[in-house]
Every structure is written in C-alpha cells, then in structure tokens.
C-alpha cells in the first residue's frame, strides 16, 4: 500500500517523498477483453486541477468484424478529450461533428448545458483486425460557462506543440506548459501532455500551476528515490518543484493539472455540475426522449439508437 502523506503526515519519509500528495491506483474493469482503468474520480481526490474524470482503456486487439460500439450518450458541465495512441474511432455528435479521432489528434468537446455523441469502431474499420489503446478525460468547466452552448473544436497531431532534447519528447494536448501553447481554446487554467523519456531521462513538472499530475503509462519512474510502476497516478503539493525521472526502460507519461476548480462537483453518469438542481434537471430532460424539440438531440447520422439514462 502507497502511504499518503495527507492521512499520516507524521511518518518521516523525507521532503522528496512529502511532494508527492496522494498517489492513485486505478480501477480496472474487463469489458469482455477490453480493458479500462479508472483513475478519476477517486476516493482520494476528486479532481486533479479541472480534470474530473480519467481512463485509460485498452491496449486491446479486436478481430475483424469486431471494435468498440458507444451508442450515443449524453453530457453536461464539462468538456472531453479522446486521445489516442493507437487506433481509430468514429466520433458523432448532436452538433453535425462527423470525424475520426486519430493518434496524436485532440478532439475537444464542449457539453456545456447538454451534447450528445457516439464513439464506434465502424465501416472500414471493421473490415481487418485492429489495436486501440488510449485516453479519454473530462474537464469540469467553471461556473461561469456551465451554461455555454455545446462547441467542438479539433486540432490535428502535427499543430500541436512538441518540445524535443536530453532525452525527452513532449506534445502538449491541452493549455499552456513549459512556455508553449496548445491551439484548442480552453475555459480555465489547464495543461495535458503526453512525454516519452528515454532511460535516466528527468521532466521537470511545469511550476506555474497550482495542480500537477502524472500517470505513468509505461515503463517506470522515479521521484524523490522511490519508484512508481505504470498504471499509477501521482499526485503531487502545489508549488514543489518536481522533476519525475524513467528507469532503465524508458517511460511514457501523461502529466495534467491546472487551477483548482470553484468549488466541488456533483457527478451522476455522463453528468457534471456545481449544484444537485443541475443534474436533476439533465436526467429528466434525457429520460423525456423529446429529440426534436428538448434539451438533447441525437447525432444525425447515428439517431437510431441511444443508451438509456441509469435507474439510479
């Protein structure tokens, strides 16, 4: 078991080790050879800055004529982010997006005060065998854009920042990071990136947020003399100046934080907001099924179908 300085402060482990907040063990759920672990929400933190929500599903192989089928579903008070590593998948949504999310691409999806999408693995997709390994996450939005109506904005693998040498290759997905920028336009303070570090190579954190955390995806890291395995989020104290540095194989990590948000956030199913009314009023809007005429549309293209609001 990880200690977390934050329910025994009084253990003597050192001030690198004190950096680190919490650190996360995912939870895993097999989804019928598809695999998805869960590192947020969690029952030690809720948010890392305002990213509310984070899973990594695969590695999987699928055989042809099989992949991934996510009728469309809906959302409200926070944006997504699909990253992918290997693979393709079908995005669909209620304002006409009609895209493939490709590795290294950033597929930026505002829910605002209601969207609805399907992800699939579909058409030419199916026709020969395929990998999929990636992330999805969800950014709670601030109060004040709680309310917006729905936006998409996509931004292709090479417009996106990378900052190369000693050993490290960094993309910056999300917000602004070692003096960089990434092109979607964000609603609060945030950064997201995707490193790769060679053996024995060291990352510094960015110090000008408030929130920082890693989640190792492969391979092996070190902070502070001790070591963390793949599958593990850390989480580490505002304003520390941390460098994470590989082991022997390498590593590659994504890093994400930001301000921390206004206030706590409510979660129920696709759902995210600041107040219980919110939620209450986005369940009874999706169990009306008024497609036409309600708060939620179905993807053209993709209205054939939908997953059903939870009972409870």
Known sequence: ??????????????????????????????????????????????????????????????????????????????????????????????????????????NWMVAGQGITHSERSDGEARRKPQSLFGLQTWVALPKTHEDDPADFQHAADDTLPELEGEGKQVRLILGTAWGARAPVR??????????????????????????????????????GGQSFEAGRMLVFRPGDRISVRAGNRGARLMLLGGATMDGPRHIWWNFVASSKDRIEAAKEAWRAGDWAHGRFRLPPGDDAEFIPAPER
Do not use: C, K
């Open 1 to 106: 078991m990880s200690w977390n300085p934050a329910l025994d402060p009084d253990i003597p482990m050192g001030d690198a080790i004190d950096a680190i907040e919490t650190v996360i063990v995912p939870r895993a759920r097999d989804l019928g050879g598809f695999e998805v672990r869960r590192a947020l929400p969690a029952a030690a933190r809720q948010m890392v800055g305002p990213f509310i929500f984070f899973d990594q599903f695969g590695p999987a192989e699928f055989l042809t004529g099989q992949g991934i089928d996510v009728r469309p579903h809906p959302h409200i008070g926070l944006a997504t982010v699909t990253y992918l590593l290997r693979g393709r998948i079908h995005h669909r949504d209620s304002l006409g997006s009609d895209l493939w999310i490709e590795p290294g691409a950033v």
């Open 186 to 223: 964000v609603l609060s303070e945030t950064f997201y990136a995707d490193a790769i570090l060679e053996p024995e190579a060291a990352l510094p954190l960015p110090d000008d947020h408030e929130d920082r955390g890693v989640y190792i995806l492969q391979g092996e890291v070190t902070v």
